[in-house]
T-cell receptor
Framework: AQRVTQPEKLLSVFKGAPVELKCNYS??????LFWYVQYSRQRLQLLLR??SRESIKGFTADLNKGETSFHLKKPFAQEEDSAMYYC???????????FGQGTTLQVKP | NAGVTQTPKFRVLKTGQSMTLLCAQD?????MYWYRQDPGMGLRLIHY???????AKGEVPDGYNVSRLKKQNFLLGLESAAPSQTSVYFC????????????FGPGTRLTVL
């Protein structure tokens, strides 16, 4: 079965602390994974994709096929990182995405 | 460019009423999608389209119909609304290429009483 699991509904950290938002997936094919973010009163937008191996706003995510994970990390959280984060898995060749349940990141001052 | 726009922004319906949500994009994207967002469930794909005149079912298509008569528009219809369809609906679009990014609309908040 194709599935994306984000085990934490809410992650609350203090400013400057490290952050790790967990994402696990289940997919029989070659996975393409994404992180999308939704800031307050803004629309959902792409944060990063595994194939680009990029760092965006200090966030990185490494695909671990052995553990079927794509965790999102940032060494020092900022208050402006507070948002809802969704992990997504692309399936098939029509661009369809399967989203996880989402994790709300709250960065306290 | 306006990107992806959705009409209306908010709507309240009574059970059994019908309505159509309109999604429009000005980026010449081939692919378009309708999702619903519910607390604790993330975003779930309702229907999608890979081109003008084509539509296909997603994860949760029951109770919804769609049409894509023009490339830039993707309509989502509720023929007989039910309280279970109370949700926030998002439209998205993307280019037809590998590893494509989906661009999202601002959402429509629908309440069915």
């Amino acid at each position: 079965a194709q599935r994306v699991t984000q085990p934490e509904k809410l992650l609350s950290v203090f400013k400057g602390a490290p952050v790790e938002l967990k994402c696990n997936y289940s997919y029989s094919g070659s996975p393409e994974l994404f992180w999308y973010v939704q800031y307050s009163r803004q629309r959902l937008q792409l944060l990063l994709r595994h194939i680009s191996r990029e760092s965006i706003k200090g966030f990185t995510a490494d695909l671990n096929k052995g553990e079927t994970s794509f965790h999102l990390k940032k060494p020092f959280a900022q208050e402006e990182d507070s948002a809802m984060y969704y992990c997504a898995l692309r399936v098939g060749n029509t661009g369809k995405l399967i989203f996880g349940q989402g994790t709300t990141l709250q960065v306290k001052p | 460019n306006a990107g992806v726009t959705q009409t209306p922004k908010f709507r309240v319906l009574k059970t059994g009423q019908s309505m159509t949500l309109l999604c429009a994009q000005d980026m010449n994207h081939e692919y378009m999608y309708w999702y619903r967002q519910d607390p604790g469930m993330g975003l779930r794909l309702i229907h999608y389209s890979v081109g003008e005149g084509t539509t296909a079912k997603g994860e949760v298509p029951d109770g919804y119909n769609v049409s894509r008569l023009k490339k830039q528009n993707f309509l989502l219809g509720l023929e007989s609304a039910a309280p279970s369809q109370t949700s926030v609906y998002f439209c998205a679009s993307s280019y037809r290429r590998t590893n494509n990014e989906q661009f999202f609309g601002p959402g429509t908040r629908l309440t069915v009483l």
